[in-house]
């Protein structure tokens, strides 16, 4: 536009020369974003495992919502890194501050799914065809126990209709 003549821009850089290392999780729990930009910025620091570890537990002192924001920007920063590696396993082995029903539901949703594919998985190796109706009433089911049943069978099974036979008489 006319009237903007000129334009200054000041680009602002954050690498691990402005970015304070925070390792500590009280600190990191004051000032979250600030423990989150610490985190990518350092990634591949000696001390990310450190810096990952005290962003983890600062982020069970925050709401459900803004602790999975950030763990996803996290993430997202880290990118190929190494330490994403231990960010990943960090998030994987304490999801205790996703408590949510949404949060428990999707969680039962992946372990029925995994459970589905690994039945299918099986069936597949041993060179047993699985019908499409076999195939959705196995992924279609929400049930842990009735799958953990189905994949016991899988194993033994001759057909893919095994499954749902009772052979223990």
């Known amino acids: 536009p006319r009237q903007w003549r000129t334009l200054t821009l000041r ?3 954050l690498g691990p020369h402005n970015v304070p290392a925070i390792t500590d999780p009280s600190t990191a729990a004051r000032d979250i974003p600030l423990a989150t930009l610490s985190a990518i910025t350092h990634g591949k620091d000696d001390n990310a495992a450190a ?11 925050v709401d459900e ?3 999975r924001i950030f763990a996803e920007l996290t993430e997202l920063g880290l990118g ?7 960010w990943r396993h960090l998030m994987s082995v304490d999801l205790s501050f996703f408590r949510s029903e949404t949060s ?13 594919e690994d039945i ?12 499409d109706d076999v195939r959705a ?15 016991r069978r899988s194993v033994t099974a001759t057909t893919a209709g095994d499954l749902f036979t009772d052979t223990s008489d």
């Open 65 to 67: 919502e803004t602790a």
């Open 11 to 13: 680009p602002l850089v």
């Open 51 to 61: 810096i990952l570890k005290a962003l983890a537990a600062a982020l069970k002192t």
């Open 104 to 116: 428990q539901r999707l969680r039962a949703e992946g372990r029925t799914k995994g459970r589905a």
């Open 120 to 131: 299918l998985l099986i069936l597949d190796e041993r060179g047993i065809g699985v019908p």
């Open 137 to 151: 009433r196995i992924t279609d089911c929400i049930d842990l126990e009735i799958l953990r049943t189905w994949l």
């Open 80 to 86: 190929t890194m190494p330490s994403a590696k231990i």
